[in-house]
């Protein structure tokens, strides 16, 4: 047993007898010799181990250059590679959120290509500003007096905190200290904006008289969270921004509303429930308003702050501004996006946002009966594949507790025994499709919820690739 791994590890060959293989000879054109070379020692040492272990390992030197050859194509692949979101929800923090609108796509591309009148008026010939591309939009479609734009909500947050209550006061119902995932929360936010949080009422009630105690000499601004990933429910008291706005305005203190997802038209109209708008929000008497640009708006990320004049005047003046701007290439594909928002009636074709969520679930249904025989063949016998009625999630913290009714496929392994690891198997080889199609695991099932897969074709295709990895014996 000790010698033959010994006679079998001389056999491997030399580098050099490597990279004279048509395989290395074309991986060297591809990716240049020293990135060649290492691929081929690791090869080699892989193929030395397999061989030390006793399993079967060719010692070829085309095959250690085909070995190596794999493993360069393997990692020159982008892992930020496209994927089939069935899971269920639209805008998947974790799969980038919205998906941009075809005009959107085509200002980001030209703006990339080209130079472009970024900050430079073109009437004038003199320097222009930045948000200029966004401020009539913006006021046209909220109402407010001005607008800016930063890097993503949490930053207009934190940019908004940092500029009207740094060393001073920001007050905040004990109901709306969030978390909103990943480091967002609220009071760390505060204490990097260097505002000293002011909590008010409990947990469930906050009272008028709460805020009229609280504001005082040393109240930078009053700050109002729309209460994005959870609803507090029961025994409860809010005060409602337009009571606020007036006691805000009264005492001379701004009133700062953080929106979360924020949206421009009443989603009512496609069937989904009322979320507050920007423009009902600014009517109520915020002075001003932070949302984010890629959650129910349907832009790239971005987070928007719009209102008072003065007050965004202030915050532009702020140091930190500079530092939390964003690039032509999402302001392009920004401006580009809220300008579908001039005609509501189209943005159910236009916008994919709002086109996934209005999908009736009849349409999805309809594509899932006729998925499941293609679906089904792929998968072979070993699988119970079934049309469902499920529920979708808008996703980002919109409209928590709504869900939408969908339709999609439930995958079940036939035998109970050893379930559980068939299910997480299967979930692998659909992460390892050309295009990985990732799904939700519930019940005991694999569930592809079909709502935002609009190329039926493409999906076929792709599922033509399915390799379940048992015939190689690859656990
Ligand atoms: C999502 C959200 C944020 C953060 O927005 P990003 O654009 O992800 O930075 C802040 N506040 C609320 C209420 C939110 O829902």
């Given at each position: 047993m000790t010698a033959e791994p010994d006679f079998r590890l001389r056999a491997l060959p030399a580098v050099d007898d490597v990279l004279k293989q048509d395989a290395a000879t074309l991986a060297i054109a591809r990716f240049g010799r020293p990135a060649v070379v290492k691929a081929v020692r690791q090869a080699l040492e892989a193929a030395r181990d397999a061989l030390r272990a006793g399993k079967p390992q060719s010692s070829r030197p085309d095959a250690i250059a085909s070995a190596a050859l794999a493993t360069l194509t393997a990692e020159a692949r982008s892992n930020l590679r496209p994927v089939f979101n069935l899971t269920g929800t639209v805008l998947h923090t974790n799969l980038g959120r919205a998906l941009l609108a075809e005009a959107a796509v085509e200002a980001a591309v030209a703006a990339m290509r080209s130079a472009v009148a970024l900050e430079f008026d073109l009437a004038t010939g003199k320097r222009g500003e930045r948000d200029d591309h966004l401020r009539g939009l913006l006021g046209e479609f909220s109402g407010a007096e001005d607008a800016t734009v930063v890097n993503n909500n949490a930053a207009a947050v934190l940019l908004t905190l940092n500029t009207l209550a740094k060393g001073r006061e920001a007050v905040v119902s004990r109901g709306e200290l969030i978390e909103i995932g990943g480091a967002f929360r609220m009071p760390d936010i505060m204490a990097r904006a260097g505002a000293r949080l002011k909590e008010i009422g409990t947990t469930n009630r906050t009272h008028y008289?709460?805020?009229?105690?609280?504001?005082?000499?040393?109240?930078?601004?009053?700050?109002?969270?729309?209460?994005?990933?959870?609803?507090?429910?029961?025994?409860?008291?809010?005060?409602?921004?337009?009571?606020?706005?007036?006691?805000?305005?009264?005492?001379?203190?701004?009133?700062?509303?953080?929106?979360?997802?924020?949206?421009?038209?009443?989603?009512?109209?496609?069937?989904?429930?009322?979320?507050?708008?920007?423009?009902?929000?600014?009517?109520?008497?915020?002075?001003?308003?932070?949302?984010?640009?890629?959650?129910?708006?349907?832009?790239?990320?971005?987070?928007?702050?719009?209102?008072?004049?003065?007050?965004?005047?202030?915050?532009?003046?702020?140091?930190?501004?500079?530092?939390?701007?964003?690039?032509?290439?999402?302001?392009?594909?920004?401006?580009?996006?809220?300008?579908?928002?001039?005609?509501?009636?189209?943005?159910?074709?236009?916008?994919?946002?709002?086109?996934?969520?209005?999908?009736?679930?009849?349409?999805?249904?309809?594509?899932?009966?006729?998925?499941?025989?293609?679906?089904?063949?792929?998968?072979?016998?070993?699988?119970?594949?079934?049309?469902?009625?499920?529920?979708?999630?808008?996703?980002?913290?919109?409209?928590?507790?709504?869900?939408?009714?969908?339709?999609?496929?439930?995958?079940?392994?036939?035998?109970?025994?050893?379930?559980?690891?068939?299910?997480?198997?299967?979930?692998?080889?659909?992460?390892?499709?050309?295009?990985?199609?990732?799904?939700?695991?519930?019940?005991?099932?694999?569930?592809?919820?079909?709502?935002?897969?609009?190329?039926?074709?493409?999906?076929?295709?792709?599922?033509?690739a399915l390799d379940l990895g048992d015939d190689h014996g690859v656990t």
């Open positions: 008289k709460d805020y009229a105690e609280a504001i005082g000499p040393k109240t930078g601004l009053v700050l109002k969270v729309h209460t994005s990933n959870y609803r507090i429910a029961g025994f409860t008291k809010e005060v409602g921004a337009h009571e606020l706005a007036a006691l805000t305005r009264e005492r001379g203190v701004p009133l700062v509303h953080d929106l979360g997802s924020g949206t421009l038209v009443d989603l009512a109209g496609w069937g989904l429930a009322h979320e507050p708008t920007v423009a009902e929000t600014i009517a109520d008497g915020a002075d001003i308003v932070t949302f984010s640009g890629d959650k129910l708006l349907g832009g790239p990320q971005a987070g928007f702050i719009v209102g008072r004049k003065d007050l965004i005047a202030k915050i532009n003046r702020n140091p930190m501004k500079r530092a939390l701007r964003i690039d032509k290439i999402r302001l392009a594909a920004l401006a580009a996006t809220l300008r579908l928002y001039r005609n509501p009636d189209a943005l159910a074709d236009e916008l994919p946002t709002i086109r996934l969520l209005a999908r009736p679930q009849l349409a999805i249904k309809a594509m899932a009966h006729r998925l499941l025989p293609i679906v089904a063949a792929k998968l072979g016998a070993r699988f119970n594949v079934e049309v469902i009625a499920c529920a979708s999630q808008i996703g980002s913290g919109a409209l928590p507790l709504e869900t939408i009714p969908s339709a999609g496929l439930a995958i079940r392994p036939r035998t109970a025994r050893g379930a559980g690891r068939s299910l997480d198997r299967l979930a692998a080889a659909f992460r390892r499709l050309p295009v990985p199609v990732i799904g939700r695991l519930e019940d005991g099932a694999q569930i592809l919820d079909l709502r935002c897969l609009e190329d039926e074709a493409a999906f076929a295709a792709n599922f033509a």
